[in-house]
Structure formats: structure tokens, C-alpha cells
């Protein structure tokens, strides 16, 4: 079975722009979590998405959101882009939304805003 | 934001050598996660712990869940050069507001000399 997939693998923006990732989850994960990691750190919670719906926010600003499609894939879209967004953004899948499954990461997108 | 106390920050060792690493918070835990990620890569799930003193191996590497549910080791034993990386510590925090929150600690980067 295919990992986690996220798209696209690397993206140069500048100061100010929008930007959309994209993540497609394990085949019959239905939970789809979003990371932000800083190089030299370990990954940041942003966000969890089940059955469509948001379940939980990290402290991140209003500038970044989520979706989930029915198919259970997701975006996360970043507004207003800061040079301190550069970052490796990880999508996570797990089977349900439960603290007892793990949680599967893809591969990243990274991301340099100049 | 929130991360758990993780040490060593590095490590060097010779090939052949046993590694032990582990992780501390002030907050509980229900889940401790192990997982290890290269250069350019997202980081790949090695083990999952769900009891408190639960002691699981998966091949060379053997980890633990403490008691107090606050902390965790990893070992791993007779390296070889394919564990070059990165290693993280991930706790899953109890079942709150609808989240499936992973928190990391900051890593531990192995490098073995032949």
C-alpha cells in the first residue's frame, strides 16, 4: 500500500503570497494531521482534520487553514506568507481520530518564502 | 511551543556500539512514539507505546513507557551505519478536545564512525 503522499515536494514563495499543500492520507486513514518543522527542531501540531471537520488547533495564527475533502485528502493553505513560514510541512494520516493509533507522516513539503 | 525534553542533543559513536536515548515531560502521556528521519525525508514511525512500563522491541531498537507515564527511552543496540539520523520522541496526549496531538522533542542526531 502507498505511504502518505503530500504534493508539491518543494515551493519558493515570496513575502506576502498564498500558498496550498496537499496531502493524500493512507488508503483507510480518515484522519489527516498538519506539522510545521523548523530546521533544527522537532515538529509543531498546526492542525487535525477528521470525517471533514476540524478536531484540533495548535498555536499557529488565523493566517493558516485546513480542509478536508470526502475522499479524505487535505489542504493546508498559508495567506499573507512571513520569511519565518519557511519551514518542512508534514502531513500525518491515522486511522481514526483516537490518541491510541499511531500516526503515519509523509515525506513534506518544503517551503522558502524570500 | 509545547516540547518534550529530549537527550542527547548528538551523539557520535563507533559502529558496533549500543545508543540509549530518552525523553522527559512535565505532562502526562497515554502514547510515547519513536521515529526516525533523514535528511530531506518525514520522519518514519519506529515504535508506539501505550502502557505505562510497557517495555517493546522491534529488532535492535527496545523501548520503554515509564511508569510515571512522564518519560521514555530508546535503545538500540549493535549500530550499524544505516541508523545515521535523526531520532524523535513523540508523546500523544490524552484525548482532549477532539485532538490527536503529537508533541516532539527536539532530537537526537546519531552519527557513527566505520
Known amino acids: 500500500d502507498a505511504g502518505v503522499t503530500q504534493s508539491p515536494t518543494h515551493l519558493i514563495k515570496t513575502r506576502g503570497q498564498h500558498v496550498t499543500l496537499r496531502c493524500s492520507p493512507i488508503s483507510g486513514h480518515k484522519s489527516v494531521s498538519w506539522y510545521q518543522q523548523v530546521l533544527g527542531q522537532g515538529p509543531q501540531f498546526i492542525f487535525q482534520y477528521y470525517e471533514k471537520e476540524e478536531r484540533g488547533r495548535g498555536n499557529f495564527p488565523d493566517r493558516f487553514s485546513a480542509r478536508q475533502f470526502p475522499n479524505y485528502s487535505s489542504e493546508l493553505n498559508v495567506n499573507a506568507l512571513l520569511l519565518g513560514d519557511s519551514a518542512l510541512y508534514l502531513c500525518a494520516s491515522s486511522r481514526s481520530r483516537e490518541a491510541s493509533y499511531e500516526q503515519y507522516f509523509g515525506p513534506g513539503t518544503r517551503l522558502t518564502v524570500t | 511551543g509545547q516540547q518534550l525534553n529530549q537527550s542527547p542533543q548528538s551523539m557520535f559513536i563507533q559502529e558496533g556500539e549500543d545508543v540509549s536515548m530518552n525523553c522527559t515531560s512535565s505532562s502526562i502521556f497515554n502514547t510515547w512514539l519513536w521515529y526516525k528521519q533523514d535528511p530531506g525525508e518525514g520522519p518514519v514511525l519506529l515504535i508506539a507505546?501505550?502502557?505505562?512500563?510497557e517495555l517493546t522491541s522491534n529488532g535492535r531498537l527496545t523501548a520503554q513507557f515509564g511508569i510515571t507515564r512522564k518519560d521514555s527511552f530508546l535503545n538500540i543496540s549493535a549500530s550499524i551505519p544505516s541508523d545515521v539520523g535523526i531520532y524523535f520522541c513523540?508523546?500523544?496526549?490524552?484525548?482532549?478536545?477532539?485532538?490527536?496531538?503529537?508533541?516532539f522533542g527536539q532530537g537526537t542526531r546519531l552519527t557513527i564512525n566505520p
Open positions: 507505546l501505550y502502557k505505562a512500563g
Open positions: 513523540a508523546g500523544q496526549q490524552p484525548f482532549i478536545q477532539g485532538a490527536q496531538k503529537l508533541v
